[in-house]
């Protein structure tokens, strides 16, 4: 199985601040990864597919990129409702795998 | 707007098998290019691919679970099922059916709400 890790498990940052988090993959998925965010009691929601396309209709703040073993995902501008849990996710290979997550909330 | 909605137990004992089934509706569960899933999370932690199917009745399953897991579709219904046997406390989990775009492990656009099944006696 490719594993994939996230940094940080958990960040606080406040209200306009610039937020990324980063993926990394054991091996080369090309750009077959994923970003969701999940907030509590409620099912993921696709933010980003195959790395850096931004799903319809959500905010342009939401962005990202990388290739192969490293991808970042970026909020440009952090806004009392992006607190959730971040997750990326691959799919060069199944099992289609999950990072652990990375909680973000408000200083 | 397609929607996915899970239903089945919410509680089941150990060693007995996990039934649900995720009902579509607002699509058709037969369109090409997607594929039918479920998704597992137990509490506080994270996700967890179970298997996938495609309308036509291919199936793929996490090696982890592939002895356990049966997954199949029911077109007439536009319903897909989930079976997992022998389940332990372990299996505690929010259960998710969804869609997934181009290939059994591909964007997930869309979701079911999620059902919390407990394995306790």
């Known amino acids: 199985d490719i594993q994939m890790t996230q940094s940080p498990s958990s960040l606080s940052a406040s209200v306009g601040d610039r937020v990324t988090i980063t993926c990394q993959a054991s091996?080369?998925?090309?750009?077959?990864l994923n970003w969701y965010q999940q907030k509590p009691g409620k099912a993921p929601k696709l933010l980003i597919y195959?790395?850096?396309n931004l799903e319809t209709g959500v905010p342009s703040r939401f962005s990202g990129s990388g290739s192969g073993t490293d991808f970042t995902f970026t909020i440009s501008s952090l806004q009392p409702e992006d607190i959730a849990t971040y997750y990326c996710?691959?799919?060069?290979?199944?099992?289609?795998?999950f990072g652990p997550g990375t909680k973000v909330d408000i200083k | 707007q397609l929607q996915l909605q899970e239903s089945g137990p919410g509680l089941v004992k150990p060693s007995e098998t996990l039934s649900l089934t995720c009902t579509v509706s607002?699509?058709?569960?037969?369109?090409?290019?997607?594929?039918w899933g479920w998704i597992r999370q137990p509490p506080g932690k994270g996700l967890e691919w179970i298997g996938s199917?495609?309308?036509?009745?291919?199936?793929y399953y996490n090696p982890s679970l592939k002895s356990r897991v049966t997954i199949s579709v029911d077109t007439s219904k536009n319903q897909f099922s989930l079976k997992l046997s022998s389940v332990t406390a372990a299996d505690t989990a929010v259960y998710y059916c969804?869609?997934?775009?181009?290939?059994?492990?591909?964007?997930?656009?869309?979701w079911g709400q999620g059902t919390l099944v407990t394995v306790s006696s």
């Open positions: 969804a869609r997934q775009f181009r290939d059994a492990g591909g964007p997930t656009r869309y």
């Open positions: 607002g699509g058709s569960i037969s369109s090409s290019s997607y594929y």
């Open positions: 199917i495609y309308y036509s009745g291919s199936t």
């Open positions: 091996q080369d998925i090309s750009n077959y």
């Open positions: 195959d790395a850096s």
């Open positions: 996710q691959q799919y060069d290979n199944l099992p289609q795998t």
